[in-house]
């Protein structure tokens, strides 16, 4: 049986998030303070004290979540002897793929803090906070998500974001559309349509001005060879 270590991406967040890991360990508390350094903000106080709006704030839950996944990886190296070239494969979940990418070594701490910032930010200027949504299908199949999302279409920019399993798809777009998309769904007797903690939409055309400019970051950046195998899906 081979080993994966996967990484979250946004909608994971919660206040108080890599507390307990930093309390516990000096090596947890070296790398939130390290990302704090790097964004010369102090990010671990809106991690452990909220408020959750600020959290959700996609320019402030990149970087975060990628510090608590990273806390979380340095303390499995650093105190359990377990470190990640043991995995074959690494993955990530969107901003995951980031912290994938930092936990093998292709970047290096300070810097995918720095560019889960920029990415966070270039992602809020394409989209106003309140203007975009995202929602959870749960317990939807393709087909029944995309006829959602047509209905959603006609109140605005609505797309199938993330096939993440059988039975649970996630759309984004216009507020108003996935909304829409997200009602209808619920009126096909899918088990669920949730809306998800986000403060802009994800995965779709609306996030084109944030490809151009973390294409042109990602540029300028050096990317180190990855010492295990990490399995894309941005």
Request: aromatic share 4%; with cysteine.
């Amino acid at each position: 049986m081979k080993l994966a270590f996967t990484f979250p991406g946004q909608g994971s967040q919660s206040v108080g998030m890599g507390k307990d890991l930093a309390d516990a360990f000096a090596c947890a508390r070296d790398v939130f303070e390290e990302v704090n350094d790097a964004l010369s903000q102090n990010l671990s106080k809106i991690m452990w004290e909220g408020p959750m709006e600020d959290l959700t704030l996609t320019a402030n839950t990149q970087p975060a979540l990628m510090a608590s996944s990273l806390a979380a990886m340095r303390v499995l190296e650093q105190e359990f002897d377990f470190p990640v070239t043991e995995a074959a494969y690494v993955a990530g979940h969107s901003l995951g793929e980031y912290s994938a990418l930092c936990a093998v070594g292709s970047f290096d701490l300070a810097t995918t803090a720095r560019l889960l910032r920029l990415r966070g930010e270039a992602m809020q200027k394409a989209v106003a906070v309140g203007d975009g949504a995202m929602a959870a299908l749960l317990g939807a199949s393709l087909e029944q998500a995309d006829e959602a999302v047509k209905i959603g279409q006609k109140h605005g920019t609505c797309q199938i974001a993330n096939d993440n399993a059988n039975g649970q798809v996630v759309i984004s777009g216009a507020k108003a559309a996935v909304e829409a998309a997200a009602d209808a769904a619920q009126e096909m007797k899918v088990r669920k349509a949730v809306l998800l903690p986000v403060s802009a939409p994800f995965h779709c055309d609306l996030m084109a001005p944030a490809a151009e400019a973390m294409a042109e970051a990602l540029a300028d950046t050096t990317m180190k060879t990855p010492r295990v195998a990490v399995v894309n899906n941005v």
